[in-house]
């Protein structure tokens, strides 16, 4: 088996990166679930915007705390154990989400949700650095940001539907019970390492988990990284993930499907965009003018869709495609922290930048919706708590901010590294 898999690296790279990104695919469709049933989940529990915001960024916070953790468990043990454990836990966190009849429980299932899909997004990574070579890694980074966009669109209109038809409930158990096949294909076809890299892998010096993490957060770069990350994706994580579907309900008064279209276009734009901001930054040996560049787009496009008068619908589409566009730039925080990082640290590195990059989420959903609750004018629908597009625009003021942090991290705080790592392989070995 060995020597079949070194005659067909290459298809067994591919095989190995497309199992992880699967997983990565259901989490993310997991994680902007309750944008889609934000009016279902108020209305059969009763709740106001601030604590469905609370309750849906419990992912956020579990998810955030494993970030670091899974960083250094890849560093040290296997993908193959550690994808399909983490998928299993994740497949349970949508089956307890699902059969749940109060919102501790529903906290409790996204808190699981967290756990599990911590692992998603840095395994991936860690599958692309095994296996294919680092001159290609931003390219990987691109198309993992890729894939993880079209699984957060899986999460926006055709959830929807599912959501329309079949209910929140029923949804989220098919989801889960999906997620426990993807599990056991997994641990049966996943490898850790390429045959011919196993053994050199073996001799590479392994600091212990203390020893990586003070390494990493040692780096002024891993900080600047983190805070460009934080603020480049939180928009993100406030618009399509939960408050961006009913802020579109309400000011163009369309379904949850149409609105649920439109904020899909934030997707799209970051699917379009991430493949081919990877591939532009190895062509033009740059990382630093495109991070800047993206914060900027975002800047300009949030200010447009909360302030320009009377946009059109399509017009709010348009702006939405650019702010996914934008958010592409963080995919390029995980290629610096690559390139200034030692191989063994690398994934603790990436852990830590992904712990940021979801931060935001954990941080600012709870603060809208309380931002909403305290604008709220005691105006109720159907037993559903109904916010002004005033309230809306306010509460939604952070997204443009995010951005402006962010172009100053960019601008002033962020090193050009022009592609180049800053350790050889062999570093590791010779410390």
């Not at 840095?122 to 931003?138: D, E, K």
């Not at 625009?393 to 601008?411: D, E, R």
């Amino acid at each position: 088996m060995k020597n079949f898999i070194a005659r067909h690296r290459n298809a067994f790279a591919m095989l190995m990166f497309t199992l992880a990104s699967l997983f990565l695919f259901l989490e993310m469709a997991l994680q902007v679930s309750p944008s889609i049933m934000t009016n279902q989940l108020m209305s059969e529990f009763g709740i106001n915007a601030s604590v469905l915001g609370v309750m849906a960024s419990c992912y956020f916070y579990s998810y955030t705390a494993m970030q670091i953790p899974s960083g250094m468990l890849y560093d040290r043990f296997g993908t193959r154990s550690l994808i399909s454990l983490a998928t299993a836990v994740c497949s349970l966190g949508a089956l307890f989400f699902g059969f749940s009849h109060s919102v501790g429980l529903l906290a409790i299932g996204r808190f699981l949700l967290g756990i599990g899909s911590a692992f998603a997004f840095v395994g991936v990574l860690t599958v692309a650095a095994r296996w294919f070579s680092p001159s290609l890694f931003a390219l990987f980074v691109g198309i993992t940001q890729f894939l993880a966009t079209i699984g957060a669109m899986s999460g926006g209109p055709p959830l929807a539907y599912a959501v329309d038809h079949f209910g929140w409930r029923t949804t989220m158990i098919v989801l889960g019970y999906t997620g426990l096949v993807l599990a056991a294909l997994c641990a049966l076809i996943l490898r850790d390492h390429p045959v011919s890299s196993s053994s050199k892998d073996s001799g590479h010096h392994r600091p212990s988990f203390i020893k990586s993490f003070k390494e990493v957060i040692c780096q002024g770069q891993t900080w600047s990284l983190g805070v460009y990350s934080f603020t480049n994706w939180a928009p993100v994580l406030i618009f399509p993930a939960l408050w961006g579907v009913p802020y579109l309900m309400t000011k163009y008064h369309v379904q949850n499907t149409t609105a649920a279209f439109a904020m899909s276009m934030v997707w799209i734009g970051g699917a379009c965009v991430s493949p081919c901001l990877g591939w532009i930054s190895d062509k033009l040996q740059r990382r630093k003018i495109l991070l800047t560049l993206s914060t900027a787009l975002g800047f300009f496009a949030s200010l447009g869709l909360l302030l320009i008068p009377h946009l059109s619908y399509s017009g709010a589409c348009v702006l939405l495609f650019c702010i996914g566009a934008a958010s592409s730039g963080n995919l390029l925080c995980f290629a610096v922290a690559k390139d200034n990082n030692r191989p063994s640290v690398t994934s603790t590195a990436m852990g830590f930048n992904n712990m940021a990059v979801v931060l935001g989420g954990a941080v600012f959903q709870p603060i809208v919706g309380w931002i909403l609750s305290c604008l709220w004018q005691g105006e109720m629908v159907g037993g559903i708590p109904v916010y002004s597009i005033h309230s809306y625009t306010i509460a939604l003021a952070t997204v443009p901010l995010c951005y402006l942090i962010g172009w100053v991290a960019s601008q002033f705080f962020i090193k050009e590294t022009f592609c180049k790592p800053k350790f050889d392989a062999y570093s590791d070995q010779l410390r």
